[in-house]
């Protein structure tokens, strides 16, 4: 109870500047979490905390030789984690650096263009399903990619099913690569992308599925495959491959990912939360007349 009393007490001594300042913490965090959430981090994180509650452990019970190891093993931990965590850490950077305001209050694109995207992106997938034409396409969200961007060629044109198709041609010089496409346009083709190492992928997918679950792995990007040998198109996100889908469930996918404020109010920007309320209220004021 006292505890309790004494919790109250500072929040009610608190200043405006103190809730400020915790609302400026919490979005950053917010913010900066997904960047470095990525399969290989989220593993390194859990053996961080195991090595801090054992070292916990070791305090409580007295084991003056384990203890004193694991302690200078923490005292150099930060700078184990800047070595481990440099690819999150300049990946972070870089998308900071890259921060629009516009961001913060809306969605970079209008859902209905990225509707148009997505459906134009769907209709080539089928397209090339049918014909067994490879593809790689990386979409991408937080994360701006400008240095898989910088590998391959510059294109910043419209999303069309036939660029997509042309691109993706047997004998393009660009169909090798990955097509990466940023804020509704195609930025980018012949893109190099990290591949995965994870010895879960099945033994038949090819470079192409491992550049994709790759990408998934080290970003927050949607990357959609087309086998070249099978047809068969999938999604990789997160680290995980989603195999053998429909059109109809590869543009389900994309429409959850990409624009997920679209569907059933579940994410709703700023801007548009504003919107609708000065709609409800010309609508009250409506009906008082």
Not at 53 to 81: C, K, P, R, W
Not at 183 to 211: F, M, Q, W, Y
Request: aromatic fraction near 4%; hydrophobic fraction near 45%.
């Amino acid at each position: 109870m006292e505890a309790l009393l004494n919790v109250l007490q500072k929040v009610t001594s608190m200043q405006w500047s103190d809730y400020l300042d915790i609302v400026l913490v919490a979005y950053l965090i917010y913010r900066i979490l997904p960047l470095i959430r990525t399969p290989s981090t989220m593993r390194v994180a859990r053996a961080v905390v195991v090595v801090v509650a054992i070292a916990a452990l070791t305090d409580v019970l007295n084991l003056y030789t384990m203890s004193f190891i694991l302690n200078q093993f923490l005292s150099i931990g930060l700078l184990a984690l800047v070595v481990l965590f440099q690819p999150e850490l300049r990946r972070m950077l870089d998308h900071l650096g890259s921060v629009r305001l516009r961001g913060l209050f809306g969605p970079m694109r209008p859902v209905a263009e990225m509707d148009n995207v997505i459906a134009q992106t769907v209709a080539a997938c089928e397209c090339m399903s049918r014909e067994k034409v490879g593809a790689l396409i990386v979409f991408t969200r937080e994360a701006r990619l400008d240095d898989y961007v910088k590998t391959g060629t510059t294109i910043d044109g419209q999303v069309s099913e036939q660029l997509i198709r042309n691109i993706f041609f047997p004998k393009a010089a660009l169909h090798d690569g990955a097509m990466i496409i940023r804020e509704g346009k195609i930025t980018a083709a012949g893109c190099v992308l990290p591949l995965s190492t994870s010895d879960r992928l099945a033994a038949d997918l090819g470079t192409r599925h491992r550049a994709g679950v790759g990408m998934s792995e080290s970003s927050d990007a949607v990357v959609v495959i087309v086998s070249e040998e099978t047809g068969t198109i999938s999604v990789a996100e997160g680290g995980m491959l989603k195999r053998h889908l429909a059109p109809r469930t590869l543009e389900k996918l994309l429409r959850n990912a990409l624009c997920p404020e679209s569907k059933d109010g579940a994410e709703v920007s700023l801007g548009e939360y504003l919107k609708r309320l000065r709609s409800r209220e010309k609508e009250g004021k409506g009906h008082e007349e």
